[in-house]
């Protein structure tokens, strides 16, 4: 079974750049086909799709955030990291990593395994 575990500063401060880190383990990030998402809920809101990128590399962002995020990959480490840049506190969240067995999509159903979440404030 596949587990997610995030990893990253729990506070930032306005203007900063957000890192997160998703660790795997029980499944392969380059096996196919798969892909890797961000999802976030901001307070009293909804779940959020940030983007994915799937096992071949390729990345997909939200069009409202494609500007301020970047999702990379470390295949030696199983891992897959999300930056998004010039925060506000807009962007506080409980912010999580997810895994779908298809092309990403932008719809928290069709992910099934999830990490399980950690907070994120941007505060100064």
């Known amino acids: 079974q596949v587990q997610l575990q995030e990893s990253g500063p729990g506070l930032v401060k306005p203007s900063q750049t957000l890192s997160l880190t998703c660790t795997v383990s029980?499944?392969?990030?380059?096996?196919?086909?798969?892909?890797w998402a961000w999802i976030r809920q901001p307070p009293g809101t909804g779940l959020e799709w940030m983007g994915a990128?799937?096992?071949?590399?390729?990345?997909y962002y939200s069009p409202s955030l494609k500007s301020r995020t970047s999702i990379s990959r470390d295949t030696s480490k199983n891992q897959f990291s999300l930056q998004l840049s010039s925060v506000t506190p807009e962007d506080t969240a409980v912010y999580y990593c997810?895994?779908?067995?298809?092309?990403?999509?932008?719809?928290?159903?069709?992910?099934?395994?999830w990490g399980q979440g950690t907070q994120v404030t941007v505060s100064s």
């Open positions: 029980g499944g392969s990030i380059t096996t196919r086909p798969n892909a």
């Open positions: 990128i799937h096992n071949d590399g390729s990345t």
């Open positions: 997810a895994h779908t067995n298809r092309r990403a999509g932008s719809r928290a159903n069709e992910y099934d395994y």
